[in-house]
């Protein structure tokens, strides 16, 4: 009994906790939400802010020439693409040399700062500022990492091959560095492809998807990206900046040695990850990394989250292509986490060691082990008759009112926001009507009793791979997004 109170009284501490954060952060984000307004910046030297935009691509024949076509219209003056073949066993590289008339050129003259596998050829298309670069597979970082020593400009944007940038998107973060020059990393909100429909390059249609498990990632994508994030940056404690749309300065990148690979021999690393380390979560780990870098050099610096900027990135659409994605996201914040363990509650770090890691630690990775020990607990004090089955039965209801509350609230607050922002942010919410948004919060609703399981189910299967180091990438299969001219039916435009 003594120890069935410990852990009562365990959870309960735990519980009401990670409730008071996130409904702190939730706070946050409602006063941000009215005090947003445009920003516009003018005058300023797009030579001092180039940007060189890397794309790594591994199998991506379905996704990769939309993402480039899209990228070629971006709204901004001073930027370069960099397509990376990460040694890809489908035809996209095919498809890239076929579509885009292009020069090869000699790449062994090139500034080798960062080791990745070996470079097989590089294309320079002619009548667009695009490189094709092809190598031997070495993983998304090594890609990237190859993207970086091509690289000729000031800042780096990663994207992912299968996402589709909207065109002022890159500006909303550029104007980020301009207006706080210690910022070293920006990135934007990432709303759901799946059924969005192109007309001449640009979104055109996009229907509320019938698809459950999209339905169920939307809300998650909301709660996450635009009220966690926000609240977040706001204590500067972002340690996570989606890597499908994110920008760095690149003298930032090249001292702390790059992106985290097997190939990646950099002092700093080196120092403070160990030799020969990877993960499957490097996107978190470089915002990490760059934290303690940072912190190390005594410097003023933060990490934005923009939620206006939106990048479109396609959701797994069946439960086993998610599954494979939550249990590679779980062991990778492992082992970003355990890689920079130091960092824990060291007040060096400032806010990085006694807030960010803690939280991340406690709330995020070892959540679904203390999911399942309430589960336990549940269940065994009511067979033991220590809980009451009435009272049990009212705790679940009146939790799921309060939880369908709060997400009613956050997505009604989240729709006047959109409404602030251009047209953009209120396409990427996917509801636009009453019948629309009573279909969301059913899902969420539903969610709470199936898919929250689903969730913890994965996440815990992470935490099981990286206990015995097992890093797969498990990538899954893509669809790509509809094109208007193929579609057999007339979509009504929004």
């Not at 409904?23 to 006063?31: A, D, P, Q």
């Not at 935009?53 to 480039?68: F, H, M």
């Amino acid at each position: 009994m003594i120890i069935l109170r410990i852990i009562e009284k365990f959870l309960i501490i735990y519980f009401v906790s990670y409730f008071l954060i996130d409904l702190l952060l939730y706070v946050i984000f409602i006063f941000s939400a009215f005090k947003t307004k445009k920003r516009t910046i003018k005058n300023f030297s797009h030579d001092d802010y180039s940007v060189s935009i890397i794309v790594p691509a591994y199998n991506e024949e379905v996704t990769i020439t939309d993402c480039i076509e899209m990228l070629n219209q971006l709204d901004y003056e001073n930027y370069e693409l960099i397509i990376i073949n990460d040694g890809s066993t489908d035809g996209t590289l095919n498809i890239l040399l076929e579509k885009y008339p292009h020069v090869r050129f000699n790449h062994e003259n090139g500034n080798t700062v960062i080791n990745t596998k070996t470079i097989r050829g590089i294309w320079r298309v002619e009548g667009l500022n695009l490189l094709i670069l092809d190598k031997e597979n070495g993983g998304k970082a090594d890609a990237i990492n190859a993207g970086i020593n091509t690289s000729t400009k000031k800042y780096i944007c990663t994207v992912d091959a299968d996402s589709i940038l909207d065109k002022g998107a890159l500006t909303k973060v550029m104007e980020q560095f301009i207006t706080y020059p210690e910022t070293f990393v920006s990135g934007g909100q990432l709303a759901s492809a799946n059924e969005v429909i192109l007309k001449d390059n640009k979104v055109y249609s996009l229907k509320m998807p019938k698809n459950i498990w999209i339905l169920w990632q939307i809300v998650e994508y909301i709660k996450s990206f635009l009220i966690s994030r926000v609240g977040l940056g706001k204590f500067n404690s972002l340690l996570v900046m989606s890597g499908a749309f994110s920008v760095f300065k690149k003298d930032d990148l090249l001292a702390v040695g790059g992106y985290l690979s097997a190939q990646n021999d950099h002092t700093y690393i080196l120092q403070t990850v160990g030799k020969k380390r990877k993960t499957l979560c490097e996107d978190m780990e470089i915002v990490v990394r760059l934290w303690r870098y940072y912190h190390e050099q005594k410097r003023k610096t933060k990490a934005i989250f923009l939620p206006q900027p939106v990048c479109w990135t396609e959701m797994p659409e069946n439960p086993r292509n998610l599954y494979k994605q939550r249990v590679r996201w779980h062991t990778g914040l492992a082992e970003s986490l355990f890689f920079h363990l130091d960092m824990l509650f060291d007040p060096k770090f400032k806010a990085t060691g006694l807030f960010a890691m803690p939280y991340y630690f406690f709330f995020e990775l070892f959540s679904p082990i203390v999911k399942v020990l309430a589960l336990i607990f549940i269940i065994w004090g009511s067979v033991i008759g220590l809980l009451n089955t009435s009272w049990l039965i009212m705790l679940i209801i009146s939790t799921t009112l309060i939880t369908a509350v709060i997400t009613s609230t956050m997505t009604v607050i989240t729709e006047y926001w959109s409404y602030k922002q251009d047209a953009v942010n209120r396409e990427a919410l996917r509801f636009r009507s009453l019948s629309d948004w009573l279909i969301l919060m059913g899902s969420s609703i539903l969610g709470d009793f199936s898919y929250s399981f689903y969730r913890t189910y994965a996440q815990l299967i992470g935490l099981i791979h990286f206990s015995i180091k097992k890093s797969t990438w498990n990538k899954f299969e893509r669809k790509g997004v509809k094109h208007y001219e193929n579609q057999k039916f007339k979509f009504t435009k929004h």
